[in-house]
């Protein structure tokens, strides 16, 4: 279990903490591709989830787009935009990050909201309200839940492809195990791998606790494992 | 970063592919067996797990938990964490994407098996079957289509996942990708790896498709859907 004492001791360094190449200011930037990746996609997909889902229609469209966004590998993609921008900063990792966001979030909006019992949105519309009233105070509130689950699976999963943006001249966390594995130093490769699956976990825990809080008579039986279906926004691991 | 505008670096280029086929070929050859290993390395382990989990109720949180834990981890950070002890190559790719497959393959088939109907299992009891020709002539079959679902799934993430073994010096495809990447953005390679990776990944999902069919004759309608 040598490595692991090796990681130890490299996380108990003070010095690998500091400086333009240290873990905090990795850990920031990791933080920051993944919040501007996420809002991107949230600003792309959520309205257009919502409207879809509200009209009724698109159903085929987000089913092909979730299901397409799983079969291409989010490496390919990181690569072809760094390539077609020649950008070697983070805004190509930025853009990829945000359409791998998109589909989950798109998805679960369109579902949510195309999921609110028929009968309550006929009843919302006999008390006379408009279409715009109904989206706004009886699906949306609704659809809370489901929305809050992409969102929780769109983080999750930016926060799990950042790292291999250090494959192709991005930053965040994926330097640091880069550098690990090019010095064979497999100490700070663990102890950086640590630091991102700990990240990944307790965002999970975080999120899933937020959708938690928003889904209305929650219990636990709506927790029990159902299948999963072709349809799904199961997000691609990348 | 601007390349020089002389050179030639088209996205499409029929010369790399020709004067790389076998460069090409035996990236493509790793890429499904890789892919084919972990899907069916997957099943074999997911099939006894659900089984398991489904007799012993209390079991069924802590697997499909533990399942859900190890589909959180980043891949990239996974075969980092692997790699010290499995070491760099195939074997530690295949370790990571199976933990990743076994999520979506216990999950549909405990679900699969949730969807046998009492008066089913009533019947075959009553026709004197045990639990083991119970489970295989009678609850597999019926599960199959959910089973199937979950197979398809994991073999699409899994071709998408093996380009990520690149970090621990095994991404088949994915290796043409970063090395295209690193030989000064050669375009046509990271193209034509992408595109194989993307069009392996809808071959398998369509063959799978078509064996659904023929085993679970029953359930056209709903596979269509």
Known sequence: MSYLSDAFTWLNDPLNWKGPDGVTARLVEHLEITGLAVLLGAVLALPLGVWLGHAGRGGTLTVALTNASRAVPTLAALTILVVATGDLGNAPTIYALALFAAPPMLANAYVGVRGVDRDVVEAARGMGLSGLQTLLRVELPLALPLLMAGIRTAVVQVLATAPLAAYVGGGGLGRLIRSGFSTQDYGQTLAVALLVAALALAAEGLLAAAQWAVTPGRSLAARRPRPVELSDPVPARP | ?225
């Open chain 2, 1 to 225: 970063m601007a390349l020089s505008s002389a050179a030639q670096n088209p996205w499409v280029d029929w010369g790399y592919v020709r004067d790389n086929r076998d460069t090409i070929l035996t990236a493509l050859e790793q890429h499904v067996t890789l892919t084919l290993t972990t899907v069916v390395i997957g099943t074999l382990i997911a099939l006894p797990l659900a089984v398991v989990a489904r007799r012993w109720r209390w079991l069924r949180g802590p697997v499909i938990g533990t399942a859900g834990v190890l589909y959180t981890i980043p891949s990239l950070a996974l075969f980092s964490l692997l790699a010290p002890w499995t070491g760099i190559g195939a074997r530690t790719v295949l370790i990571g994407l199976v933990m990743y497959a076994l999520l979506l393959l216990v999950r549909n088939v405990l679900a699969g098996l949730d969807g046998v109907p009492d008066e089913v299992r009533e019947a075959a009891r009553g026709m004197g079957y045990g639990p083991v020709r119970m489970l295989l002539v009678v609850e597999l079959p019926i599960a199959l289509p959910a089973v199937m679902t979950g197979i398809r799934l994991a073999t699409v993430s899994t071709v998408a996942l093996v380009t990520v073994g690149v970090v621990v010096g095994y991404g088949a495809l994915g290796g043409l990708i970063v090395s295209g990447f690193d030989n000064n953005f050669y375009k046509a390679q990271i193209f034509t790896a992408t595109a194989l990776c993307v069009l392996l990944a809808l071959l398998l999902d369509l063959l799978l498709q078509l064996a659904t069919r023929l085993l679970v004759p029953w359930a056209r309608g709903r596979a269509a859907a």
